[in-house]
């Protein structure tokens, strides 16, 4: 079965833009949850949604927000960009909204800054 | 807050060789990920550990999961140049939403 999709998988974009970055979960998946990856901070959570409300959010500002659709599909913004936003964007999606089950994730948005 | 720690963070090996990553984290969880990515690729799910003395083997690699002492064990046997890559792992604390520790690169020479 098709897994987690995200797009684009490469942009550029310049300081003071905003971005929308896209994410397909894997069929009947319900929970869809976010992470940031960054040479000097590693991997950081960004926001988790399940039936369409984010039920977590990570330590980042307000320009980082999401969403959820019906169909489950998720994107997230970030507006007012700045130089230390470029990193790789996961996406990931797993069956429950409860702990323990496997959480996939997708190939990455990877976002650059200039 | 939840801290999770990863060592080695560099780990050059022989073919052949066995060796182990260890995964501290500081607060009780019984949820513990494993996963691989491979340089300019995704996270690849490995193990998913949901109890205290819980053991999972999938080829060369075999992990653990005490959460009395808050540690997991990546055990790798035998190791090929195949396994070379970033192994992360990974504790989830509140449904979902996982603190990851900063990785181990894994090198096999052969």
């Known amino acids: 079965k098709a897994g987690v999709t995200q797009t684009p998988r490469y942009l550029i974009k310049t300081r003071g833009q905003q971005v929308t970055l896209s994410c397909s979960p894997i069929?009947?998946?319900?929970?869809v949850s976010w992470y940031q990856q960054t040479p000097g901070q590693g991997l950081q959570f960004l926001f988790e949604?399940?039936?369409?409300?984010?039920?977590n959010k990570g330590n980042f500002p307000g320009r980082f927000s999401g969403r959820q659709f019906s169909n489950s599909r998720s994107e997230m913004n970030v507006s007012t960009l700045e130089l230390g936003d470029s990193a790789l964007y996961l996406c990931?999606?797993?069956?429950?909204?409860?702990?323990?089950?496997?959480?996939?994730f997708g190939e990455g948005s990877w976002l650059t800054v200039v | 807050e939840l801290k999770v720690e990863q060592n080695p963070l560099f780990l050059s090996m022989q073919e052949g060789k066995n060796y182990t990553i260890y995964c501290n984290y500081s607060?009780?969880?019984?949820?513990l990920y494993w996963y691989r990515q491979d340089p300019g690729k995704s996270l690849e799910s490995l193990f998913v550990?949901?109890?205290?003395?819980a053991v999972k083997q999938e080829g060369r690699l075999m992990a653990s999961l005490d959460t009395k002492a808050r540690l997991s064990t990546l055990h790798i046997t035998a190791a090929v140049h195949d396994l070379s890559a970033t192994y992360f792992c990974?504790?989830?604390?509140?449904?979902?939403?996982?603190?990851f520790g900063a990785g181990t690169i894994l090198r096999v020479k052969s």
């Open positions: 607060t009780t969880s019984d949820r």
């Open positions: 990974a504790v989830d604390m509140e449904g979902n939403k996982l603190v």
């Open positions: 069929s009947g998946h319900r929970s």
């Open positions: 990931a999606s797993s069956l429950r909204g409860s702990s323990g089950n496997t959480i996939y």
């Open positions: 949604y399940f039936s369409e409300t984010q039920r």
């Open positions: 550990l949901l109890s205290n003395g």
